[in-house]
């Protein structure tokens, strides 16, 4: 009776989302209670559970993902997320202009939400496009695959950070981004080869194709761009910070320099820095940049700090209402061999995606439903949870269909039509998804 009352809420929470159009936010408070209500707890104590399961994710995980979203925002405004793209532009070289997209994709999208990243580089795409003489539909997948892969799977993107924080794996995000850049790397690359196979086939109106600046004129319209060094900063400084601070910790040495080294890798501490390396970026130094930028970065995280939120008030209801001793008396003999049990998280994660639309949601409610099985099945350590974490991601892949924003963007700034969408990018992300959970389930054969 209490799975099922844990299988309504879920449907509950589709109905409301998707259905009703409802916000995730209070979609996930229904659902939180819902489960408490039904599973016999007492009244008060539902709302204590509510309030301590919002209350303690957002201690874990909430400067976090506030701290991210700034940075974002910056590197959008700053045009360092040009200039990043500019930079793999040279490197990569503009004869193979679908897998430098890709892989600036694959970069921007670390911290600047894959929406956001798509329309600040849709110019470059189309101008690229039309020097390189490709197909632009090809060009705008191959971008939004790339941009796709580490949204859904690397930290500091909100919805990896909310994931790692229900199964209780904030403490592991130096791994969880290290094997989170090896697992998007695959995603990418199908991604890159969908958009030169099929998106190379699709044509797009005349006036799509000929509308845009050149690739030089686009540069000038910047006008002065950061340096590739400032560009870089605020990505590359919190990710070693918080690398040397998993380190740190691993060593299990003593003493105050270790101690000082497991602070600055802090994830709270290591954003924050690199917040500080995003303000070299800023123009100026007033009030339209330190307030309006940095408020703009915070109306942005806000409502993934609610649906984060949320979800961990979920969880803890769940995990409070007796399902954790239900599961702990299971038998799961048939999943001892431990990377089958990634399939639970994968297929939970595509439905909901699926039918919701958004990976965020889809990361924090499936995290959420599967982290009481987690010590049932001896899932625990760096490297599993990461793991776990890969798979909830490549669920929340599959698939970007019409009730996804980020398919109509994609859509609207190439000039596709839907049908031709749907065989260009919801085919690819497909594609992506089981590819990522794929590889997640091959490199825990190897790691674990």
């Known amino acids: ?29 229904a ?106 539909a090809s060009m705008a997948v191959a971008l939004a695959t790339g941009l796709y892969a580490t949204h859904t799977l690397v930290p500091p993107t909100p919805g990896p950070i909310a994931a790692a924080g229900n199964i209780g794996a904030e403490g592991y995000l130096g791994t969880i981004i290290l094997i989170g850049l090896i697992v998007a790397i695959p995603a990418v ?35 002065r761009m950061p340096s590739t060094f400032k560009a870089f900063l605020p990505i590359v400084l919190p990710i070693v910070l918080i690398g040397v601070g998993s380190v740190a910790k691993l060593t299990m040495a003593e003493g105050g320099f270790n101690n000082f080294l497991q602070f600055l890798g802090a994830p709270s501490v290591a954003l924050l820095f690199g917040v500080l390396a995003a303000f070299l970026l800023l123009p100026k130094w007033n009030e339209e940049t330190l307030t309006k930028w940095i408020g703009e970065g915070l109306k942005e995280a806000a409502p993934i700090l609610l649906i984060t939120g949320a979800g961990g008030a979920f969880g803890k209801v769940i995990s409070n209402s007796g399902v954790a001793d239900l599961v702990g008396g299971m038998n799961f003999d048939a999943l001892a061999g431990g990377a089958f049990f990634l399939f639970v998280p994968f297929f939970i994660a595509a439905a909901l995606k699926t039918a919701q639309g958004s990976s965020t949601a889809a ?32 669920g929340a892949m599959t698939v970007s269909h019409v009730n996804d924003s980020f398919f109509w963007v994609v ?9 031709d969408a749907y065989k260009a990018q919801t085919m690819a992300t497909l594609l992506q998804g089981v590819t990522t959970i794929v590889v997640t389930m091959v490199l825990w054969m190897i790691l674990v």
């Not at 990461?386 to 798979?391: E, I, K, N, Q, S």
């Not at 859509?411 to 049908?419: D, I, P, Q, R, Y």
């Open 189 to 223: 690359f199908v991604g890159y080869l969908w958009a030169v196979k099929v998106g190379s086939k699709i044509t797009v109106p005349e006036d799509v194709e000929d509308n845009g600046l050149d690739y030089d004129e686009i540069v000038k319209s910047f006008g």
């Open 411 to 419: 859509t609207e700034f190439s000039g596709m039509k839907v049908t």
């Open 31 to 136: 659902g939180a209670f819902f489960v408490g209500i039904t599973s016999g707890m007492p009244l008060l104590t539902v709302v204590e559970n509510v309030n301590e399961g919002f209350g303690g994710l957002m201690k874990g995980i909430g400067l976090v993902i506030v701290a991210g979203t700034i940075i974002g925002v910056i590197l959008e405004k700053s045009g360092a997320a040009f200039r990043m793209a500019e930079v793999v532009l040279r490197l990569i070289g503009e004869k193979r202009p679908q897998l430098a997209m890709s892989i600036i994709g694959y970069i921007v999208s670390i911290p600047v939400f894959c929406d956001s990243g798509f329309i600040i580089l849709s110019s470059l795409k189309k101008a690229l496009a039309k020097r390189a003489k490709v197909a632009i």
């Open 363 to 394: 990361l924090v409610i499936t995290s959420t439903l599967v982290a009481p099985l987690l010590p049932a099945m001896g899932i625990e350590g760096a490297i599993p949870l990461a793991l776990v974490v890969m798979a909830v991601g490549a």
């Open 1 to 29: 009776m209490l799975i099922a009352m844990i299988v309504l809420s879920v449907v509950l929470i589709v109905v409301l989302t998707a259905v009703f159009k409802v916000h995730p936010f209070l979609s996930l408070l």
